[in-house]
Protein backbone atom coordinates (compact mmCIF):
# COMPACT_ATOMS: atom_id res chain seq x y z
CA UNK A 1 0.00 0.00 0.00
CA UNK A 2 1.57 3.64 -1.41
CA UNK A 3 2.23 5.83 1.87
CA UNK A 4 0.22 8.78 2.92
CA UNK A 5 2.93 10.93 1.85
CA UNK A 6 2.96 14.53 4.85
CA UNK A 7 5.09 17.70 5.78
CA UNK A 8 5.02 19.25 8.97
CA UNK A 9 5.60 22.90 9.55
CA UNK A 10 5.19 24.14 13.11
CA UNK A 11 7.42 26.79 14.63
CA UNK A 12 7.57 24.39 18.50
CA UNK A 13 10.51 21.66 18.87
CA UNK A 14 7.67 20.24 21.07
CA UNK A 15 4.98 20.27 18.98
CA UNK A 16 6.78 18.45 15.79
CA UNK A 17 8.37 16.17 18.13
CA UNK A 18 4.42 15.19 19.24
CA UNK A 19 3.35 14.87 16.00
CA UNK A 20 5.99 13.27 14.55
CA UNK A 21 5.83 10.30 17.40
CA UNK A 22 1.86 10.15 17.15
CA UNK A 23 2.00 9.69 13.53
CA UNK A 24 4.60 7.28 13.67
CA UNK A 25 2.82 5.46 16.41
CA UNK A 26 -0.92 5.86 15.37
CA UNK A 27 -0.72 6.37 11.67
CA UNK A 28 1.91 3.75 9.90
CA UNK A 29 0.53 4.75 6.64
CA UNK A 30 1.77 8.21 6.61
CA UNK A 31 4.79 8.80 5.82
CA UNK A 32 6.68 11.87 6.95
CA UNK A 33 8.69 13.47 4.38
CA UNK A 34 9.55 16.71 6.17
CA UNK A 35 9.71 19.03 8.94
CA UNK A 36 10.40 22.78 8.84
CA UNK A 37 9.83 25.22 11.83
CA UNK A 38 10.17 28.17 9.57
CA UNK A 39 7.56 28.61 7.01
CA UNK A 40 9.52 30.55 4.61
CA UNK A 41 12.08 27.00 4.78
CA UNK A 42 8.66 25.17 3.68
CA UNK A 43 7.68 27.89 1.18
CA UNK A 44 10.79 27.34 -1.02
CA UNK A 45 11.04 23.42 -0.56
CA UNK A 46 9.42 22.88 -4.19
CA UNK A 47 10.69 19.50 -4.83
CA UNK A 48 8.73 18.50 -1.23
CA UNK A 49 5.69 20.20 -2.13
CA UNK A 50 5.31 18.39 -5.80
CA UNK A 51 5.17 15.04 -4.18
CA UNK A 52 2.84 15.87 -0.82
CA UNK A 53 -0.33 14.76 -0.02
CA UNK A 54 -0.76 15.86 2.90
CA UNK A 55 0.40 19.07 5.12
CA UNK A 56 -0.13 19.90 8.42
CA UNK A 57 0.33 23.21 9.66
CA UNK A 58 0.14 25.61 12.53
CA UNK A 59 -1.37 28.94 12.23
CA UNK A 60 0.54 30.92 14.82
CA UNK A 61 4.16 31.07 13.84
CA UNK A 62 6.15 33.38 14.34
CA UNK A 63 7.11 35.46 12.41
CA UNK A 64 4.78 34.69 9.67
CA UNK A 65 1.34 32.32 10.36
CA UNK A 66 0.05 29.64 8.63
CA UNK A 67 -2.20 31.65 6.72
CA UNK A 68 0.37 33.82 5.32
CA UNK A 69 2.43 30.68 4.48
CA UNK A 70 -0.75 28.96 2.62
CA UNK A 71 -1.60 32.60 0.48
CA UNK A 72 1.77 32.17 -0.84
CA UNK A 73 1.91 28.86 -1.82
CA UNK A 74 -1.30 29.92 -3.66
CA UNK A 75 0.22 32.16 -5.27
CA UNK A 76 2.90 29.81 -6.17
CA UNK A 77 0.61 26.83 -7.45
CA UNK A 78 -2.53 28.62 -7.82
CA UNK A 79 -3.91 25.02 -7.07
CA UNK A 80 -2.27 22.96 -3.89
CA UNK A 81 -0.75 19.45 -4.87
CA UNK A 82 -1.07 18.42 -1.28
CA UNK A 83 -4.49 18.90 1.07
CA UNK A 84 -3.91 20.92 4.76
CA UNK A 85 -4.70 19.90 8.18
CA UNK A 86 -4.71 22.47 10.49
CA UNK A 87 -2.85 21.98 14.03
CA UNK A 88 -3.78 24.75 16.06
CA UNK A 89 -4.86 25.73 20.01
CA UNK A 90 -6.51 28.36 18.11
CA UNK A 91 -9.57 29.85 20.00
CA UNK A 92 -12.89 27.92 18.75
CA UNK A 93 -14.23 30.28 16.76
CA UNK A 94 -11.60 29.77 14.47
CA UNK A 95 -12.22 26.47 14.17
CA UNK A 96 -15.44 26.63 13.70
CA UNK A 97 -14.59 28.94 10.70
CA UNK A 98 -11.99 26.67 9.28
CA UNK A 99 -14.90 23.55 9.75
CA UNK A 100 -16.67 25.49 7.49
CA UNK A 101 -14.64 26.43 4.79
CA UNK A 102 -13.93 22.40 4.39
CA UNK A 103 -10.73 22.17 5.82
CA UNK A 104 -9.34 19.59 8.55
CA UNK A 105 -8.05 20.75 11.84
CA UNK A 106 -6.42 19.42 14.97
CA UNK A 107 -6.68 21.18 17.96
CA UNK A 108 -3.69 20.92 20.68
CA UNK A 109 -3.04 19.21 22.70
CA UNK A 110 -3.69 16.52 19.67
CA UNK A 111 -5.54 13.25 20.81
CA UNK A 112 -4.25 10.21 18.97
CA UNK A 113 -8.37 9.35 18.15
CA UNK A 114 -8.24 12.88 16.66
CA UNK A 115 -5.39 12.34 14.58
CA UNK A 116 -6.35 9.31 13.21
CA UNK A 117 -9.79 10.30 12.27
CA UNK A 118 -8.15 13.05 10.69
CA UNK A 119 -6.14 11.10 8.39
CA UNK A 120 -9.04 9.37 7.64
CA UNK A 121 -10.98 11.84 6.61
CA UNK A 122 -8.28 12.55 4.14
CA UNK A 123 -8.40 9.02 3.07
CA UNK A 124 -11.72 8.87 2.33
CA UNK A 125 -13.19 11.98 1.33
CA UNK A 126 -9.74 13.31 -0.59
CA UNK A 127 -10.70 16.70 1.09
CA UNK A 128 -10.77 19.44 -1.65
CA UNK A 129 -7.82 21.76 -2.28
CA UNK A 130 -8.50 25.02 -0.88
CA UNK A 131 -9.64 27.49 -3.31
CA UNK A 132 -8.55 31.06 -2.77
CA UNK A 133 -11.88 32.12 -2.03
CA UNK A 134 -12.43 29.99 0.57
CA UNK A 135 -9.27 31.60 2.25
CA UNK A 136 -10.90 35.04 1.95
CA UNK A 137 -14.02 33.94 3.27
CA UNK A 138 -12.23 32.30 6.21
CA UNK A 139 -9.99 35.50 7.00
CA UNK A 140 -13.45 37.20 7.20
CA UNK A 141 -14.62 34.64 9.58
CA UNK A 142 -12.07 35.45 12.18
CA UNK A 143 -12.47 38.54 12.18
CA UNK A 144 -15.89 38.28 14.35
CA UNK A 145 -14.79 38.47 17.81
CA UNK A 146 -18.55 37.61 18.73
CA UNK A 147 -17.66 34.09 18.69
CA UNK A 148 -15.41 33.73 21.61
CA UNK A 149 -15.79 31.18 23.88
CA UNK A 150 -16.50 31.79 27.54
CA UNK A 151 -14.27 28.88 28.86
CA UNK A 152 -10.89 27.09 28.50
CA UNK A 153 -10.02 23.73 29.14
CA UNK A 154 -6.84 23.28 30.88
CA UNK A 155 -5.45 19.99 31.15
CA UNK A 156 -4.30 18.22 34.23
CA UNK A 157 -3.63 14.39 35.56
CA UNK A 158 -6.95 13.86 35.75
CA UNK A 159 -8.53 14.94 32.48
CA UNK A 160 -9.51 18.35 32.20
CA UNK A 161 -10.16 21.59 34.55
CA UNK A 162 -12.89 23.91 32.55
CA UNK A 163 -12.14 27.71 33.63
CA UNK A 164 -13.57 30.51 32.45
CA UNK A 165 -11.68 33.06 30.41
CA UNK A 166 -12.93 36.12 32.54
CA UNK A 167 -11.82 34.56 35.54
CA UNK A 168 -8.06 34.43 34.74
CA UNK A 169 -6.22 36.76 36.57
CA UNK A 170 -2.58 35.89 35.33
CA UNK A 171 -0.30 33.08 33.47
CA UNK A 172 3.12 32.60 34.64
CA UNK A 173 5.66 30.82 32.74
CA UNK A 174 7.62 28.13 34.67
CA UNK A 175 9.69 26.31 31.62
CA UNK A 176 7.43 24.33 29.72
CA UNK A 177 4.67 24.30 31.86
CA UNK A 178 2.13 27.55 32.77
CA UNK A 179 0.86 28.49 36.08
CA UNK A 180 -2.55 29.77 35.76
CA UNK A 181 -3.82 32.31 38.89
CA UNK A 182 -7.56 32.61 38.67
CA UNK A 183 -9.01 35.30 40.42
CA UNK A 184 -10.01 33.13 43.95
CA UNK A 185 -6.64 32.81 44.34
CA UNK A 186 -6.07 29.13 43.08
CA UNK A 187 -3.43 27.99 40.77
CA UNK A 188 -3.43 25.57 38.38
CA UNK A 189 -0.31 23.94 37.22
CA UNK A 190 -0.78 23.38 33.38
CA UNK A 191 1.53 21.23 30.74
CA UNK A 192 1.40 24.23 27.83
CA UNK A 193 3.86 27.11 27.27
CA UNK A 194 3.40 30.41 28.22
CA UNK A 195 3.34 31.58 24.35
CA UNK A 196 0.38 28.87 23.53
CA UNK A 197 -1.79 30.80 26.26
CA UNK A 198 -0.61 34.49 25.04
CA UNK A 199 -1.87 33.28 21.33
CA UNK A 200 -5.50 31.59 23.49
CA UNK A 201 -6.16 35.04 25.68
CA UNK A 202 -4.28 37.94 23.31
CA UNK A 203 -8.25 37.99 21.64
CA UNK A 204 -9.94 38.45 24.73
CA UNK A 205 -7.31 41.59 25.87
CA UNK A 206 -4.67 39.58 27.68
CA UNK A 207 -1.04 41.18 26.95
CA UNK A 208 2.61 39.75 27.52
CA UNK A 209 4.03 42.15 29.78
CA UNK A 210 6.82 40.07 30.52
CA UNK A 211 9.10 37.21 29.34
CA UNK A 212 7.31 35.00 32.08
CA UNK A 213 3.78 36.79 32.67
CA UNK A 214 0.54 37.45 30.69
CA UNK A 215 -2.15 39.33 32.43
CA UNK A 216 -5.30 40.26 32.32
CA UNK A 217 -5.29 44.29 32.20
CA UNK A 218 -8.32 44.34 34.68
CA UNK A 219 -6.38 43.01 37.30
CA UNK A 220 -4.32 45.87 37.53
CA UNK A 221 -4.59 48.03 40.46
CA UNK A 222 -1.31 49.94 40.49
CA UNK A 223 1.28 50.99 37.73
CA UNK A 224 4.89 51.97 39.54
CA UNK A 225 7.68 53.94 38.18
CA UNK A 226 10.27 51.47 39.83
CA UNK A 227 12.06 48.69 37.94
CA UNK A 228 11.27 50.92 34.88
CA UNK A 229 7.21 50.10 34.96
CA UNK A 230 6.11 47.63 37.68
CA UNK A 231 2.14 46.57 37.45
CA UNK A 232 0.73 45.34 40.94
CA UNK A 233 -1.78 42.98 40.76
CA UNK A 234 -5.27 42.25 42.80
CA UNK A 235 -2.93 39.65 43.84
CA UNK A 236 -0.58 41.65 45.11
CA UNK A 237 2.20 40.30 42.59
CA UNK A 238 4.13 42.63 40.74
CA UNK A 239 5.20 42.44 37.71
CA UNK A 240 7.89 44.34 35.57
CA UNK A 241 7.32 44.95 32.35
CA UNK A 242 10.17 44.34 30.06
CA UNK A 243 7.93 43.40 26.87
CA UNK A 244 6.82 46.14 24.50
CA UNK A 245 6.47 49.20 27.73
CA UNK A 246 4.79 51.73 25.34
CA UNK A 247 2.03 49.12 23.98
CA UNK A 248 1.58 47.89 26.94
CA UNK A 249 1.19 51.10 29.06
CA UNK A 250 -0.99 52.59 25.56
CA UNK A 251 -3.68 49.35 26.20
CA UNK A 252 -3.94 50.03 30.07
CA UNK A 253 -4.87 53.40 29.54
CA UNK A 254 -7.41 52.18 26.63
CA UNK A 255 -9.45 50.64 29.92
CA UNK A 256 -8.46 53.34 32.39
CA UNK A 257 -9.22 57.11 32.33
CA UNK A 258 -6.07 58.62 33.04
CA UNK A 259 -6.62 62.10 34.77
Known amino acids: MEKIKCAIVDDEDHATDTLQYLLHTYCPQVEIVGVYHKPNDFLNDRDVQSGLNLLFL ?13 QELHLAWRQLPFDVIFQTAYDQYALKAIQNNALDYL ?13 RKWEEKRVRHFHPLQWRQLEENLKEPQKLPEKIALPNQEGYFILEINNILRCEADRNYTHVKDRSG ?11 FEQILE ?42 KEGVMEKLFERIKKV
Request: hydrophobic letters at 40%.
Open 58 to 70: DIEMSPFSGFWLL
Open 107 to 119: LKPIMPGELQKSV
Open 203 to 244: PYGFLRVHHSHVIHPDAVVKILREGGGTLVLTDQARVVITKN
Open 186 to 196: QTHLVCRSLKE
